[in-house]
């Protein structure tokens, strides 16, 4: 049991960070309510729309983090973090919109962004206005190595396929066909393009893509392209609220029994969803709640049950990108200094939820564990890890 004291203090912490972000407008200058020095942090993410569930995840881990790294005071060095927090809605002329408003009003760092599509249009924003840009779980490789100032706190969409080749071991021989199923979006597309890149460059292995309209309810009409196409694999890459269709629609369709599937693990909303498809998976995990046994999970854990929520996929992007913060405001100090941030981070590393994380120097990949995950009844449980070296993405030229 956590002690009274700092019962109060995370208590303290969370107040705060929600009076921050009640405020629509909040301060414009770098002071904060009592006077004190205060770095305003924007917290861009999805609190509606598709990605709503991914976003609060997000939200919790940051206050679990924020709350870890600051001790329970919000506080670095006497300066106060200041959330002011936004909804995007997973729309980019929102996001960007957003981002432009609280730069306006005095934001040195932006966090937070859940949809792939916002993410592309933030990093150019934050090197206009050279300002510090943190995205959340956005999965997207094209904010790899994208400008100075971005920086990612979750895995990036080549870590989720360089560990399905680590994994999977599907006894074939020769030639093979690869379906990637996945909706039209930045999302899908990158999950394309990775595939392409890390399975198909063997020269032996036709990549083929089925992108879905992201608002299709109906998904029969994709299954059948997928069987069309007589897959040896099948990759899934697929996120929002559809899931439970699209796997029912598959399982329907024979398209599990077809082929080998592999897909990553969502939240924890959608582990009924898999329905009979869970035993005929193979699952990748950018996390698994309680599998990594790390003091940070373990503080994470503690925060959350303090407040009677569950940890979930994305908690642990959120608790990266509060631990994140910290460290640059340290370096930044009550002036922001954006260069004194960002080198800060340049090749940081930290112990994460997952595990041991490091921003590599250059190209702002973040490396990471992966896992490898199965259901053991109604949950899942993690069978394999694999190093964040074994996983991590190529790297990124251009800057």
Known sequence: MRTASRTIAATAVAAAFLAACSSPGGSTGRGGEDGGAAVKVALITSSSGPLASYGEQYLRGFEAGLDHATDGTGEVDGIIVEVVRSDDAGEPDNGVSLARQRIGEGASIIVGTASSGVAVQMAPLAEQNQVLYISGPA???????????????GRQTYQDVVTVREILDDGSDGDRKVVVLAQDSAFGQANVAAVEAVIGSDGTTEVVPVLAPPSATDLTPSAAQVLSHEPDLVFVAWAGDTAQSMWTTLDQQGVLDAATVVTGLDGRASYPVFGKARDKVTLIAHYVPGGAGTPEEQAMEAYFEDKGWETDLFAPDGFNAAQMVVEAVRAGGEDADTA????????????GVKGENTVRAGDHALLQPMFQAEFDGDTPTVIRTLDAAVVAPAEAGGR
């Open 340 to 351: 004194a941030m960002v080198k800060a981070l340049d090749g940081f590393t930290f112990s």
């Open 139 to 153: 999965a997207t490789d094209a904010l790899t190595g994208v400008n100075d100032y971005t920086f990612r706190s």
